[in-house]
């Protein structure tokens, strides 16, 4: 028979930065910083969890898109107005088990572009 300890660890992360297809995570200069403990308040479980590996996975031609984590803060570093970097990782327990993989959507806006009329996006 099954034992408690036999059942599985559920970790699961949750997409940042974009909600109801809005853009939350938005620069009009060439960094954006969030912390730890924001991109892990949407992930389950809600408590225990660090976040690993994180890696720009999509950015727009010619942004030079760039991300690194230390002190608990990732920063991501792009040209000002070159649009959206996706930025990977992975929430991990204290037990070192992994969740899946998780996704954040920062916008870096120019200065004659509002989120509410979004500069990449194109609208019927």
Known sequence: FPSHDME??????????????????????????????????????????????????????????????????????ANAGSGLVLVKYYPVNANGQFGNATYIFIQFLSSNCNNANNCNIVKK
Do not use: R
């Not at 949750?14 to 938005?26: E, H, I, P, T």
């Not at 976040?51 to 942004?63: M, P, Q």
């Open 8 to 77: 599985p660890t559920v970790i699961v992360g949750k997409n940042d930065g974009l909600s109801a297809g809005q853009y939350n995570f938005v620069t009009y200069s060439n960094s954006y910083t969030v912390s730890e403990s924001t991109l892990l308040q949407n992930d389950f479980p809600t408590t225990g969890l660090t976040a690993s590996c994180f890696e720009v996975i999509y950015s727009t031609l010619g942004n030079n898109a760039t991300c690194a984590f230390t002190n608990s803060v990732l920063t991501v570093n």
